[in-house]
């Protein structure tokens, strides 16, 4: 399937890594770009949270040093898109591996596990997944 960029806040050439990136690592790639919109607006060299939050996806490093050891990342490394994606996408991951859907995981990525179902996680999980569903159809459109 070829990808054709569609009108998001990220740049075509990202977007075209996200949806190879996501679709190999079995993460929906369209959820992958909605978060980094929300997040960040698509800027990679962010930091938010009271400095807490870095990236493109707002990785809080705090929590997961094993993911950015296992890649070999630093803070720094989390200020570039790519390797921001890669660890915010495992954190997604995990989430999803519970086996309660998306919505569940966008709601604990939002604001951790003891947040799911608080309003603000529910509106973050709405936000993403009809944005994500706005950036699917467009691309099927073509």
Not at 117 to 128: P, S
Request: with cysteine; net charge negative.
């Amino acid at each position: 399937e070829i990808f054709t960029p569609v009108s998001s806040l990220m740049a075509p050439d990202l977007q075209a890594w996200v949806y190879a990136y996501g679709t190999q690592a079995g993460v929906d790639p369209y959820v992958i770009m909605a978060i980094c919109e929300r997040e960040s607006c698509c800027i990679s060299n962010i930091l938010g949270d009271s400095g807490r939050a870095y990236g493109i996806m707002q990785v809080q490093i705090q929590w997961v040093p094993d993911k950015l050891a296992n890649h070999g990342y630093t803070a720094d490394d989390m200020l570039k898109a790519q390797p921001n994606i890669e660890i915010g996408v495992e954190i997604l991951k995990d989430y999803l591996s519970t086996g309660n859907g998306y919505e569940w995981a966008l709601m604990a990525y939002n604001g951790g596990v003891y947040s799911v179902g608080t309003e603000q996680t529910r509106q973050y999980a709405a936000w993403v997944m009809s944005r994500a569903e706005e950036l699917r159809m467009e691309n099927e459109k073509g």
